[in-house]
């Protein structure tokens, strides 16, 4: 007597199976991203993977002039300021790394960790940040993000000056300014820690929802039953629900709610306005 055949073929490997979703011939940026979005919409990929991905191939387009903290908002130190000086500033921004620059605003001179300072605590002598001041890289606004990234890779910079066509300071760049292109907001332990307000009434009887509202968060103030098992977020639930990135406009009925997109661009919705779906 023959064996039996194989009930099932053995399971592909998530890589095997987003490698056999891509097999076709991609002859375009706009169509492997289609095809990454489908892959996503199959099941493949989760929201956040393929944000990250589409992120890093759109990070080749932008220039540092698109993302950099312009001069007017930089917080920088003058190489002259006393120690106390110095110190009262690290402390009241919070900022980690601080151009400093000589009596012209132009002239920057060096980058101060602010870590550094610790060693000006070590001994009884005359506190001095000036030999902490770290060399500086200054570059073109016109720079793509992709090659500044493997430039900071290299190097081992954190920051760097941003010139104009003039010579003067135009801003500053950071390697987490690069990455939150990738992987989007980075808070750290300085950035403001209130609650952010997820669920907002409206004087029409919607409700403005952020995509980022745990389900279980929704649930309790809408006394909604939404499974939390498969997606964290609203905003998953709803991507998936759609089968794609929803854009502002569109919207779907599910489980006895309204939710029309408000906010979101190509990678990503960010909210939603809800109300009460009537069948």
Known sequence: ???????????????????HAL??????????????????????????????????????????????V????????????????????????????????????????GILLAKDLLRCFSGSG???????????????????????????????HHMAIVVDEYGGVGGLVTIEDVLEQIVGDIDDEHDD???????????????LVAAITPISDFNDRFESRFPGDEHDTVGAMLTSAFGHVPQPGEETALGGFLFRVTKGDARRVQQFAVRIHEA
């Open 193 to 207: 820690e209130e609650t952010p307000n997820l669920i907002q009434p409206q004087p029409d009887g919607r409700f």
């Open 23 to 68: 097999s076709g011939e991609v002859s375009s940026r706009e169509e492997l991203l289609e095809e990454l979005r489908d892959a996503q919409a199959n099941g493949l990929l989760s929201n956040d993977t393929l944000s990250m991905i589409e992120g890093a191939i759109e990070v080749s387009d932008l220039t540092v002039g698109d993302i950099m």
């Open 1 to 19: 007597m023959s064996e039996d055949p194989p009930s099932s073929q053995p399971q592909r490997s998530w890589f095997g199976r987003l490698t």
């Open 126 to 156: 005359k506190r001095d940040f000036r030999p902490l001041l770290r060399p500086v890289a200054l570059i073109p606004e016109s720079k793509r993000l992709n090659i500044l990234l493997k430039e900071f890779r290299l190097s081992h």
């Open 70 to 109: 312009p001069r007017a908002q930089m917080v920088s130190l003058p190489v002259t300021a006393s120690f106390e000086e110095v110190l009262d500033t690290v402390i009241e921004s919070g900022h980690s790394r601080f151009p400093v620059h000589g009596a012209d605003r132009d002239e920057i001179v």
